[in-house]
């Protein structure tokens, strides 16, 4: 019986630690063979120029380029390759960004090897238009209102659209009145944004919230 090729994997993560030992967990599993490491998008997508591997594990949170965004331009300019985001992060409203950005999956760094195995042999055997497959820890994920503010990557997707928005002219300078005006909304929703923002950063006022637009970089 001939040999089945192995599922040729690229990982994706800044905590080499971490992907090295993903990728070692992966090589003690039948049928797969882990043929490079990147310590970020940009150099994912330069090694991507060189090795064209089955499947990429695609860390979320990373610097230089984020996962959403890296894996819009691998599956622009690699579109034969599969995508998979490997995580912490057990939330819904991220599922649904990486799945728009063109991810086949997003697992859990969390799940046992035999797990991540067979999970990825069934993303591999689906491929890019298969269902989204979308791992789940044991309890089903709202964002813990108690997140440390040093996690940053999660605090920021806490924030709607509009509340994001909402942050920008804040920054600017504009009070709760200029905001409603730029915006056609009324004062009192102005506001509420302002209350709903500053609670999922688990921030006490604006000066809070100023600080925390420079030092982490949130627009």
Do not use: W
Not at 61 to 80: A, E, S, W
Not at 112 to 130: D, F, H, K, P, W
């Amino acid at each position: 019986m001939c040999d089945v090729p192995p599922i040729k994997i690229v990982i994706a993560d800044d905590q080499a630690i971490v992907a090295e030992g993903i990728g070692a967990m992966l090589e003690q599993q039948e049928g797969f063979k882990v043929e490079g490491i990147a310590s970020d998008g940009e150099k994912l997508l330069h090694l991507l120029n060189s090795i064209q591997p089955h499947l990429v594990l695609l860390d979320l949170n990373m610097p230089v380029l984020d996962g959403f965004k890296t894996c819009v331009q691998v599956r622009k300019k690699f579109p034969d390759i599969i995508v998979v985001a490997l995580t912490t992060y057990d939330d819904d409203k991220l599922r649904q960004r990486i799945k728009a950005a063109g991810a086949a999956a997003m697992l859990l760094k969390y799940t046992t090897s035999a797990q991540l195995a067979s999970e990825l042999r069934l993303i591999m055997a689906n491929g890019n238009n298969g269902p989204f497959i979308g791992s789940q820890g044991a309890t089903k994920t709202e964002i813990d209102e108690q997140t440390s503010k040093e996690d940053v990557f999660l605090l920021k997707h806490k924030i709607s659209d509009r509340e994001l928005e909402v942050v920008r002219l804040i920054a600017e300078g504009l009070n709760s009145e200029e905001i409603a005006q730029k915006l056609f909304l009324s004062e009192h929703t102005v506001k509420t944004h302002r209350k709903n923002i500053l609670e999922k950063l688990s921030l006490n006022n604006t000066a809070e919230l100023m600080n925390f637009i420079h030092k982490y970089k949130l627009l």
